[in-house]
């Protein structure tokens, strides 16, 4: 109903991302990010999308905005373990994911059914992971 709502374009950018039209996803991830800046679930959403299209300078650069941006405000440590998922670098989403349990982060619960960590279900410390969150 209102074009400019940007958590309908986040959302719908996930959507499409998750039935495989990764560049409709991407637009809406970067029309998200033009109308909403401070809510860290967009730029770590269009870092994700970015580096699996294999744009890893641009999910980078994202990522280097956010560690600045963590000097000054709390930036989740559940959206920059979904940046280094999309990077494939599953060590360090694995830590992220760890210290957003440490957190006590609000998507905790999501992680057993969040389909961007569906690369992760396999690894023994994803595994360890949700034993120890209660999942």
Do not use: C
Not at 2 to 11: C, E, P
Not at 38 to 45: D, F, G, Q, R
Not at 102 to 124: K, N, W
């Amino acid at each position: 109903m209102d074009k400019n709502y940007w958590l309908a374009h986040a959302f719908l950018a996930r959507t499409l991302d998750q039935t495989g039209r990764k560049q409709e996803a991407l637009k809406e991830a970067r029309l998200a990010l033009q109308l909403e800046n401070e809510v860290v679930e967009v730029p770590t959403l269009l870092a994700r999308l970015l580096a699996e299209s294999g744009d890893n300078e641009g999910a980078n650069k994202i990522l280097a905005e956010l560690d600045e941006r963590a000097k000054t405000k709390f930036v989740p440590a559940y959206n920059i373990a979904e940046v280094y998922v999309g990077l494939g670098e599953n060590d360090k989403a694995l830590d992220y994911l760890e210290k957003a349990r440490e957190e006590r982060s609000f998507y905790i619960p999501f992680l057993r059914t969040d389909p961007v960590f569906d690369g992760l279900r396999s690894d023994p410390r994803f595994k360890a992971l949700l034993e120890r969150a209660g999942l």
